[in-house]
């Protein structure tokens, strides 16, 4: 297969990588950081998430954080909802705040399921129904997260025939695109493959995307190999922040400078400008008082010094 010559990266950062802060962070900083994502050229942003307040705290500001964003043309915004509760707070601000995507959240772990959204997998796609039919009548482009695709922190190891099943019930339902998610960071090139492929029994190879947490270092290998089977989207975070609260050990997602840098330097374009993404990377780590967790980035940084 050849590989792709354009990739998509949507960053997760303002939700993924920021949720699992313990500190507030405010508002204010995490419109800021899309602001700077957007300039730097991303053309998708993970904002934050319409989940309980008491289960996420962090993502509490949602309606405040969609609300003060300044729309650049062309950028798609997403938000998660788990539920019809989460979509109608989604859409309660005027049409022009709403997200242009939402996702729903499953995982290919029972226990993780249970976990994360305090239900079974069965249950949790028919939570998802009512939510996807909602978002499309409304013209809402519609997302499906897998998690646990590879492994899970409570059941180890996670056959792709899991995987499979819950890519047909997510399609079943009438969700769009799926991104296979390794929320631990535990997968490895070919098993990250096996997912992949029990997926595109179900989805177009356009409505699929990677999302992979670097725990174990990995990341960057299992975009490369998802990349050698023309999956040209992908999900990553700035400065390699984040993590899940619910998933024990789970570390950030892989850095958007380290896989841009890849990229790019496989001559494989991303309309992203590096530079700018690092200091976007670098705005967000100042505030929070730590290092970017991207070797890219500490490299260009180090350059940059000197
Ligand atoms: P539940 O407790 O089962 O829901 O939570 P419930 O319907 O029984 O309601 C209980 C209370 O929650 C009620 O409030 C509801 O109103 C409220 P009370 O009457 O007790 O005051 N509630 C809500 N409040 C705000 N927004 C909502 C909402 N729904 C109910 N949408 C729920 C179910 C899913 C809401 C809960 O388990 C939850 O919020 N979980 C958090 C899940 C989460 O955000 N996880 C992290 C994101 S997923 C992730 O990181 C993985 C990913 O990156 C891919 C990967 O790496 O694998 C996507
Ligand atoms: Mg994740």
């Not at 290998?221 to 993590?243: C, E, I, K, P, R």
Request: glycine fraction near 10%; hydrophobic fraction near 40%; charge should be neutral.
């Amino acid at each position: 297969m050849k590989l792709p010559s354009r990739v998509k990266l949507v960053d997760v950062g303002p939700r993924d990588g920021l949720q699992n802060e313990k500190a507030q962070v405010p508002a204010a900083v995490k419109i800021e950081l899309v602001h700077r994502l957007q300039d730097a050229g991303l053309t998708e942003i993970e904002v934050t998430s319409f989940v309980s307040p008491k289960w996420v705290p962090q993502m509490a500001d949602n309606a405040e954080v969609m609300a003060g964003i300044r729309r650049k043309p062309g950028v798609r915004y997403s938000v998660l909802t788990p539920n019809m509760k989460g979509f109608e707070a989604a859409i309660a601000s005027p049409r022009e705040l709403w997200p242009d995507e939402i996702v729903v959240f499953g995982a290919a772990s029972e226990a993780f399921s249970q976990k994360n959204i305090n239900c079974s997998i069965a249950e949790s796609i028919e939570r998802f129904r009512p939510v996807v039919e909602a978002a499309r009548e409304k013209g809402i482009y519609v997302r499906g997260a897998m998690s646990c695709t590879v492994g899970c922190p409570y059941e180890g190891e996670i056959a792709p025939e899991r995987v499979d099943m819950l890519a047909g019930l997510m399609k079943g339902i009438g969700v769009q695109h799926v991104g296979v998610a390794d929320t631990i960071g535990v997968g490895t090139p070919l098993k990250v493959q096996r997912a992949l492929d029990a997926t595109l029994r179900h989805f177009d190879l356009n409505d699929v995307s990677g999302h992979f947490h670097d725990t174990y270092g990995q990341a960057l290998g299992n975009t490369l190999a998802s990349l050698q089977m023309g999956v040209w989207q992908f999900d990553t975070s700035s400065a390699g922040l984040g993590g899940c609260p619910f998933a024990k050990g789970a570390t950030g997602n892989v850095a958007t400078e380290d896989v841009v840098y890849m990229l790019h330097g496989m001559g494989i374009e991303t309309g992203i400008d590096l530079d700018k993404l690092i200091d976007a990377g670098k705005f967000i780590s100042d505030f929070l008082g730590r290092k970017p967790n991207s070797r890219a980035a500490t490299a260009l940084l180090n350059k940059r010094a000197n």
